[in-house]
């Protein structure tokens, strides 16, 4: 999965991006930064621990910090000259998710309106794209050729997304989005703000500040969770006390990006190796079997499956099978989220 992490200039959207454990970075031509990340679990750590394979694969995800977003009605005074609104959303379509940093640490920080005009220029940008394709397939019908009936219908379909676009809303119509798949639409990505607060304002809860989007706004520190990534572990148990902080930002911002794209993560364990892989949620025994390999997937039989929580409390593999535990799955049983599955297969 890769996550954009967007923002207006000065929202503390790079300082953000440092508090995920940026080390290793990367730009790009279009001054984009991308750190991979692995994605901490408790549950697996625990079955490395159990097993001690030769080798330790955590699920990992890809964070991009993308260009301020530009945008004249919010730009602020001292923000850096960057590129252009259209630059930057032309790399906003090829993540799969999008964490939304918002500035709440000034004095005149106004969030929900921020989040507000950025979800605008997503919509604005998609209803350009979409009244683009509209304008070339209309000149196409001034020619004398065979297949209007064709562009005539193509034409009716995507103006269905045009109404809730104006509206800044996610087009529903079935139809448009399927005759609009290619256009890897910003408003149909998952979304979800980031409050970045100030040191003082941690231990409030300042979500309400931002109408709920699928969900409350994550509040942090981002200049604060940076500094804490820099610190040897002693010193940042010790700093993490004093602020009142269960856990860093990186577990709270990946547990709501899988949340709001909807995937889960299933297990294979074994002396050899323990892995974690990512699905999407309601996907089968297949799929997931596919995910490892292509020819689990061909050559599958059938899934041998336990949840973690049953798997933990007994202990092993054995002990699992002779309570009864074992689940044998076929090619559509849908795979849940922390379940171990060991795959037979036949090519």
Same mark, same amino acid.
């Given at each position: ?23 290793? !970075? ?58 252009? !609104? ?150 940042? !148990? ?39 892989? !990512? ?69």
């Amino acid at each position: 999965m890769r996550i954009g992490i967007v923002g207006l200039p000065l929202s503390g959207k790079t300082s953000f991006f440092h508090a995920l454990g940026s080390a290793g !970075t990367r730009g790009s031509g279009a001054q984009i930064h991308l750190a991979n990340v692995k994605v901490p679990d408790a549950r697996l750590e625990w079955l490395r621990d159990l097993y001690k394979p030769k080798k330790y694969t955590p699920a990992t995800l890809d964070f991009l910090d993308i260009p301020g977003m530009a945008f004249e009605r919010e730009a602020k005074e001292g923000a850096k000259e960057g590129p252009s !609104t259209g630059s930057v959303l032309s790399q906003v379509r090829s993540v799969d998710t999008l964490a939304v940093v918002l500035d709440g640490f000034s004095e005149d920080a106004k969030p929900a309106e921020a989040f507000r005009n950025i979800l605008s220029e997503l919509a604005l940008a998609d209803l350009t794209a979409i009244q683009g394709k509209i304008e070339r397939a209309e000149k196409e019908l001034v020619k004398s050729i065979p297949n209007r009936d064709k562009i005539r219908a193509e034409i009716e379909i995507l103006q269905k997304g045009v109404p809730a676009l104006e509206r800044n809303e996610a087009p529903t119509d079935s139809e448009f989005l399927r005759a609009a798949a290619s256009f890897a639409l910003l408003m149909l990505k998952p979304v979800f703000p980031i409050l970045n607060v100030a040191e003082k304002d941690l231990g409030k809860d300042r979500s309400a500040e931002i109408p709920p989007f699928h969900g409350q706004a994550l509040c942090l520190c981002a200049k604060l969770e940076a500094e804490l990534m820099e610190m040897e572990e002693a010193d940042r !148990t010790e700093m993490m006390r004093e602020y009142g902080l269960a856990e860093l930002a990186l577990p709270r911002v990946i547990r709501r990006a899988y949340d709001r794209a909807g995937l889960i993560s299933f297990f294979t364990v074994g002396e050899d190796e323990v892995r974690a892989w !990512t699905i999407k949620k309601g996907d089968n025994a297949v799929t997931a079997a596919g995910k490892i390999h292509t020819d689990l997937a061909r050559g599958f039989i059938r899934a041998e499956v336990v949840p973690y929580e049953d798997f933990r409390a007994l202990g092993s593999m054995k002990a699992v099978k002779e309570k009864g535990k074992l689940r044998l799955d076929g090619k559509e049983a849908v795979i849940h989220d922390g379940e171990i599955i060991n795959v037979r297969f036949s090519v």
